[in-house]
């Protein structure tokens, strides 16, 4: 990933190094536990463990050679450690280091990934509790509806962002699996009590079966909930977007002093943080369809997911991390203009009480069909000629036979739609 959209914490799981780390922690584990099993002579683990390191340069002269950065990196070990050397990587095949690996750098960025999403649920909480009880238009279709709260609409995120960590949970504990099974999953060389105690050493369980990977549909589900967790950041930018089109202009993302917007047009000032998330959920869903393509493989494996997972493993995660971090900075500075919301709210002159008043004239005795008629054509005058609404059921005959005056007025009071916010929030918050 650039470094455009990449955080160092992140980025530093995915290096080079970090990856033969993991790779070599594998290789001790297995080295350890055929010590006890008396398979590896104590003097000669002691000298692994001591000697046993890697150098990246020589990696890569050595992978520039041989086309395998497993055995580059088998060999730049062997050329520190000697003879001893010899009892590294016994009865394993390459994915056995490489997904137990694999497994271990995903717990360490979804550990990662976990807590920038509480940050995240933290900050929409603050600001949907602050906001509880601001008046704002709800929409649908993109046409005012009912009125709702700003902080209704935060609500709604946060518990969306509370499913994303559930999935998350679930996707990082089916990715706590290793295999020291050998080149096609049959434990040729090595017994499953090995691969169960070396897992057991590296806070993993051993994966029940596999061939000669761990399976891809552990991956896929991963990429799947990242793509799901993208896209909830996605739908979550989008209405900020459109919350600050000019016509409607009810909430603004921060805008930075000396930040400019056009280099054309001095007055802009746009939603760019929420459009780059937008753009980089695009991403993450891409690679969610590539990590589905890699659940089928060519018998006990091929090599077709390799160069796809080098890829969609570390961007994904370090896009996501990027995404979460960057939304949670623009949930936490975001600008809300209440009286701007309240001003929205009159634009149909009194249009959203159509439902309200719909229901009083049932509840009076009026069929559906005629309460129905009668609202809708008050509401066209009110469309075609910009008039009020109360105003004109005040002069309609038929509804006036049903409803007082009196009980219009409270008919059109804004209060009867945010009467269950209360309860709502405290389904949320428990408060």
């Known amino acids: 990933m650039i470094d455009r959209y990449s955080r160092p914490e992140m980025a530093s799981i995915w290096s080079n190094e970090s990856k033969f780390r993991k790779w070599l922690d594998v290789e001790i584990a ?7 099993e008396g ?9 692994i463990k001591r000697k046993a390191s890697f150098d990246l340069t020589r990696i890569k002269e050595i992978e520039k050679e041989v086309k395998h950065d497993v055995i580059a990196f088998m060999t730049s070990i062997a050329e520190k450690v000697g003879k001893s050397s010899r009892f590294i990587h016994q009865g394993l095949t390459s994915y056995d280091v490489v997904d137990t690996a694999n497994a271990l750098l995903l717990r360490e960025a979804c550990n990662i990934l976990l807590d920038d999403t509480r ?20 929409r649908t279709h993109g046409v005012h509806a009912e009125p709702i709260t700003f902080g209704l609409k935060l609500a709604l995120w946060y518990e969306e962002m509370k499913r994303n960590i559930q999935r998350l949970e679930a ?16 434990f040729a060389h090595l017994s499953p009590e090995v691969e169960e105690k070396v897992c057991r050493k590296l806070g993993l369980k051993a994966a029940p079966v596999s061939s000669q990977i761990i399976q891809r549909d552990r991956y896929a589900f991963l990429l799947a909930v990242l793509a799901i967790m993208s896209s909830s950041l996605d739908k979550f930018a989008i209405e900020i977007r459109n919350l600050q089109r000019t016509e409607i202009r009810e909430v603004e993302e921060y805008f930075l002093e000396g930040q400019k917007g056009s280099s054309a047009m001095p007055h802009k000032r746009n939603p ?4 780059q998330i937008s753009g980089l959920a695009r991403v993450i869903r891409g690679n969610a369809f590539a990590a589905l393509e890699n659940i089928p493989l060519w018998h006990e494996r091929d090599i077709s997911n390799s160069s796809v997972e080098r890829i969609i493993l570390p961007d994904s995660t370090i896009l996501m991390d990027y995404m979460l971090a960057k939304f949670t900075e623009i949930v936490k500075n975001l600008i809300v203009y209440p009286e701007r919301m309240l001003q929205n ?21 009026a069929s559906r069909e005629k309460a129905y008629r009668w609202v ?27 409803l007082t005056p009196d009980e ?13 916010i209360d309860k709502i929030f405290k389904r949320v918050y428990g408060k």
């Open 376 to 402: 809708q054509r008050n509401t066209v005058k009110v469309w075609k000629e910009d008039l009020d609404f109360k105003t004109l059921i005040k002069k309609d005959s038929d509804i006036r036979k049903m």
């Open 39 to 47: 398979k590896i002579p104590d003097a000669d683990l002691k000298n």
């Open 119 to 138: 940050a995240l649920l933290k900050a929409i909480k603050e600001k949907s509790l602050e906001y509880k009880d601001v008046p704002m238009m709800g």
């Open 171 to 186: 996707a990082r504990e089916g990715l706590m699996v290793g295999k020291i099974s050998g080149a096609v999953g049959a």
């Open 345 to 365: 709210i009159g634009v149909t002159r009194g249009l959203i009480f159509s439902q309200a008043l719909l229901l009083a004239l049932t509840r009076k005795g």
């Open 30 to 36: 297995v080295c350890e536990i055929l010590n006890e």
């Open 272 to 275: 760019i943080s929420c459009e």
């Open 408 to 420: 219009i007025d409270r008919i059109f009071d804004l209060r009867i739609f945010l009467k269950n």
